[in-house]
């Protein structure tokens, strides 16, 4: 079972309010993700980071913003939530080690602006 | 041009059924290779990953082909639990080491 942890799970917030989605893994990957994915739809990478202190956009444009200051803890901010934000997001660590390269991804956390 | 590309799907088959997904990928300095498997509204988990040799989990084989950039997973026996969307994913190599790229997947339906 993987060890990847996002909180909270489900998420109804008002236009304008800021709001942070957690992840945390607890298998010192240094690599961790955010995606995007709307039901039915495809994943979309938002944001990726390789380590601490490390953060890139994905292809998806986002206004979201991420930051890595430990390994283990890869939180994404909205400023100003909108109903666009709508949306499930899914957060996934990874390891640059050879034979254990697979990505893990936590259980998400369903975004509904009202 | 797309990193990974699936078929588009859906594929609707009987219990008991061998179906075959298929997957191509852009970059040839590609460095890994898997299938995982989403269910309705669930987060995706890895099925297998695909080792150039071929490999073999029960019931599902998968076979890379590096020469022609081409993955390919097969279901023989379909069951109804087999019922998902099944992600193609490759793991970059070069300068942006360790990014994977998502295929847009492939939704298989096992009915009775």
Known sequence: ?114 | RKEVEQDPGPFNVPEGATVAFNCTYSNSASQSFFWYRQDCRKEPKLLMSVYSSGNEDGRFTAQLNRASQYISLLIRDSKLSDSATYLCVVKDRGSTLGRLYFGRGTQLTVWP
């Not at chain 1, 079972?1 to 992840?23: F, H």
């Not at chain 1, 995606?35 to 994943?43: H, K, R, S």
């Not at chain 1, 890595?68 to 890869?74: L, Q």
Request: proline share 4%; glycine share 8%.
């Open chain 1, 1 to 114: 079972e993987a060890d990847i942890y996002q909180t909270p799970r489900y998420l109804v917030i008002g236009t304008g309010k800021k709001i942070t989605l957690e992840c945390s893994q607890t298998m010192g990957h240094d690599k961790m993700y955010w995606y995007q994915q709307d039901p039915g739809m495809e994943l979309h990478l938002i944001h990726y980071s390789y380590g601490v202190n490390s953060t890139e956009k994905g292809d998806l444009s986002s206004e979201s913003t991420v930051s890595r200051i430990r390994t283990e803890h890869f939180p994404l901010t909205l400023e100003s939530a909108r109903p666009s934000h709508t949306s499930q997001y899914l957060c996934a660590s990874s390891s640059s080690s050879r034979g254990a390269s697979e990505a893990f991804f936590g259980q998400g956390t369903r975004l509904t602006v009202v």
